[in-house]
């Protein structure tokens, strides 16, 4: 079966810090996808990234990044100089096959001025 | 290009009432996923569609059923509502393929009294 941890229920920094959104994964498949989305006040998820088994080349994305580490099953998300727009919910989701996302129970980010 | 839509963004019934639920996908995806979000529960897998075929269905009851329409848009129904229907429902498309990512729409709050 395949699950999803993201252990911080919430984080609150104050801005211009650097915040990491942890994320721990469980699959037996060997191909997956690794997916971020991001959930303002609004309700919708927005995605972020996606990231397949094979590609374990992190990533940046201005503020954005990610660490993708196969051997342990991890896949972290940092904000470097955080700000106030960042407060969210942050979703990690993993699936295979493109069907179905299994999502973590999400992270409550509050970036304060 | 247009997102994924979705309508109303707002719906009240009480117990035992049936909801209706639509949703546009984004121009040229043909799946189209369901999700709910309740309080406590965190991001539920619903049902997928593709091609007008019901592809995967989570772990729900058979009173939440759908189905896609030849333009590829949706609708998800909920019979005999019950007061934990009470929920965000979101909706997704992605392009037909296994790797496909998943873009979601702004989602139905649905209160049930």
């Known amino acids: 079966a395949q699950k999803v941890t993201q252990a911080q229920t919430e984080i609150s920094v104050v801005e211009k810090e650097d915040v990491t959104l942890d994320c721990v994964y469980e699959?037996?498949?060997?191909?997956?996808?690794l997916f971020w989305y991001k959930q303002p006040p609004s309700g919708e998820l927005v995605f972020l990234i996606r990231r397949n088994s094979f590609d374990e080349q992190n990533e940046i994305s201005g503020r954005y990044s990610w660490n993708f580490q196969k051997s342990t099953s991890s896949f972290n998300f940092t904000i470097t100089a955080s700000q106030v727009v960042d407060s969210a919910v942050y979703f990690c989701?993993?699936?295979?096959?493109?069907?179905?996302?299994?999502f973590g129970e999400g992270t409550q980010l509050t970036v304060n001025p | 290009e247009a997102g994924v839509t979705q309508s109303p963004t707002h719906l009240i019934k009480t117990r035992g009432q049936q909801a209706t639920l639509r949703c546009s996908p984004i121009s040229g995806h043909t799946s189209v996923y369901w999700y709910q979000q309740a309080l406590g529960l965190g991001l539920q897998f619903l049902l997928w569609?593709?091609?007008?075929?019901?592809?995967n269905r989570g772990n729900f009851p058979p009173r939440f059923s759908g189905r896609q329409f030849p333009n590829y848009s949706s609708e998800l129904n909920v019979n005999a509502l019950e007061l934990e229907d009470s929920a965000l429902y979101l909706c997704a498309s992605s392009l037909v393929g296994l790797a496909e990512t998943q873009y979601f729409g702004p989602g139905t709050r649905l209160l049930v009294l």
């Open positions: 989701a993993l699936s295979f096959s493109g069907s179905r996302l299994t």
């Open positions: 569609y593709d091609e007008g075929e019901e592809r």
């Open positions: 699959t037996r498949d060997t191909t997956y996808y």
